[in-house]
């Protein structure tokens, strides 16, 4: 019997209301998990960088506590999983020409790359826009249509047609879709042979403002390294302010606004903007290895099947500003407050399996370099522990609540997996209720770790709390220097969802289930590849 035929089976028999095999853990050691935050987010850790002193840090207290509790090594015999990174930093001692105008690094534009090389230049590199940069056959829209781009410099919009027009009839509306994502701005701009590509930042549609884009683009970045070099990715990835493209574009004796509206409609051509780019980026690079972080909790009637849940533990560093000092991102509600709520349940699962212990193994992960684009959690999905076809869901917790409870737990996505379910009858258990994500516009059903599980077919959760209980943290705090430990938090949510989390994770580790996609998508036919 296939795992899908086995699920269909078992969710008509079982989930009608029968007893788990062992329960959930309800106690959570929230002294420790508040010590946890505070030494995570410190300043001694320096912000968890990759690479830095702060991730060597990092992992010895995350390997430590996790071997403390007894869990066992989820690499072999090892906690640690290398993950090959070249470290790309490129002089910020740049400019960005276009035509006869020269703009301002850091204030007006980033750029950045991730090809292993010392120079990476745009030479009279002729601009073109091409809209929102999409080729979607399903939604019968491709932006590259009848043009050549190849060595050029393409101008692109952030977000998708259907949000720029809150038209259900396009994409998915209000709601983005990975084709709005800069991430795939980027691959798409590679795969069509363009040399450069220069996205348009607006505060709405990108879901965050110029701060977020300078802060995560003018440091070092990071990226895993192929065969070729990673020569066959986009050569220079930037940004510009939106007060840049509209500069650019009445030089090239075109409307800014006229050409934003032309390209939210089907049928859009590309335009050429008659005008050159120059941009010269120096890298120095350096080669060296990062790390993911696994222990496993064994099952006992089928250890070869694995439950993950997972918080990423990087953040952005330290950073030296223009009067030489040093400034400090300790990143403690992304994701410190994360790491310790994985911490938390691995604690209270470990203690729960000794009364007896549970049908599947469960793995507690925390990845490194999200922040530099999921690199940590892309290795691990193409080197897993286990085969991809035995890893059964995977629970991301990027940002708790840390403040009190609310009656609501936000869902990510409608109508993707058969995981929502089960936060459906966790929530109703706690006599709360499943709210969709407010800014659904965001796309944050992309934007961190179980994107990349999902990849490779691995349904996937996200718990996240950035913001609706904090008005103020994506406008003051998110990635920037305010995100801090604050002792006065009441942790009222984090007790709410460590509960919750843990109900998911008990079923999950004590069924037969297999919770499959609904919504056809690229994962659903991964997952069905590991299935045949």
Do not use: C
């Not at 989390?501 to 659903?524: C, H, R, T, V, Y």
Request: no cysteine; aromatic share 10%.
């Amino acid at each position: 019997m296939n795992k899908y035929l086995q699920s269909a089976v078992f969710s008509a028999v079982v989930f009608s209301g029968a007893l788990m095999a062992q329960e959930a853990p309800k106690q959570f050691d929230l002294a420790q998990y508040k010590q946890d935050v505070k030494t995570l987010a410190s300043d001694a850790f320096g912000g968890r960088a990759p690479l830095s002193k702060g991730e060597q840090l990092t992992t010895d207290y995350l390997v430590k506590s996790l071997k403390k509790m007894g869990l066992e090594p989820g690499f072999g015999e090892s906690y640690l999983q290398a993950v090959p990174l070249a470290k790309i930093s490129a002089d910020q001692n740049m400019s960005l020409s276009i035509g006869d105008m020269t703009f301002k690094n850091g204030a007006e534009f980033t750029a950045r790359t991730q090809r292993i090389s010392q120079q990476v230049a745009l030479n009279n590199s002729e601009l073109v826009f091409v809209g929102y940069g999409i080729n979607a056959p399903e939604y019968q829209w491709n932006d590259y249509d009848g043009i050549d781009v190849t060595g050029k410099t393409v101008v692109v919009l952030v977000n998708d047609p259907g949000f720029a027009t809150q038209d259900n009839r396009l994409f998915k509306g209000n709601a983005m879709t990975y084709y709005g994502r800069w991430t795939y701005k980027y691959e798409e701009a590679a795969r069509q042979g363009a040399a450069g590509v220069l996205i348009v930042h607006e505060t709405a549609p990108a879901a965050y403002g110029w701060g977020v884009v300078e802060n995560s683009n003018t440091g070092s970045k990071f990226t895993l390294v192929d065969e070729q070099k990673n020569q066959q990715q986009v050569g220079v990835m930037g940004w510009i302010q939106h007060h840049v493209a509209q500069q650019v574009f009445t030089a090239a004796g075109l409307d800014y606004s006229q050409q934003k509206q032309r390209a939210q409609l089907r049928g859009f051509k590309a335009t050429p903007l008659k005008l050159k780019a120059n941009l010269l980026l120096n890298n120095q690079i350096e080669h060296a290895k990062s790390y993911n972080v696994l222990a496993v909790l064994p099952g006992k009637k089928r250890p070869q099947e694995l439950v993950l849940m997972h918080a990423h533990w990087d953040h952005l560093g330290t950073r030296i500003d223009e009067q030489g000092k040093a400034q400090i991102y300790n990143g403690a509600v992304d994701n410190a407050s994360g790491v310790a709520g994985v911490l938390s349940l691995a604690k209270a699962f470990k203690q729960q399996s000794q009364q007896q212990p549970f049908d599947r193994s469960i793995g507690f992960a925390s990845f490194t370099a999200e922040e530099t684009g999921l690199i940590g959690a892309q290795h691990y999905a193409r080197n897993p522990s286990v085969p991809t076809k035995d890893i059964v869901a995977f629970l991301n917790i990027d940002g708790m609540n840390v403040n009190d409870g609310v009656n609501y737990i936000l869902q990510y996505g409608e109508g993707v997996s058969e995981l929502e379910s089960y936060l459906e009858r966790a929530t109703k258990a706690q006599q709360r209720f499943v709210k969709p994500d407010p800014r659904p516009q965001n796309g944050l059903m992309y934007r961190s770790d179980h994107f990349a599980l999902a990849q490779a077919g691995i349904p996937g959760l996200l718990f996240m709390s950035l913001g609706d209980t904090d008005p103020d943290y994506i406008a003051h705090k998110y990635h920037k220097q305010a995100d801090d430990y604050d002792a006065n938090w009441s942790l009222g949510g984090v007790k709410q969802d460590l509960t919750l989390m843990s109900s998911i994770l008990a079923e999950l580790a004590n069924n037969q289930d297999w919770p499959q996609w609904i919504e056809a998508s690229g994962f659903k036919s991964r997952r069905e590849q590991d299935n045949r």
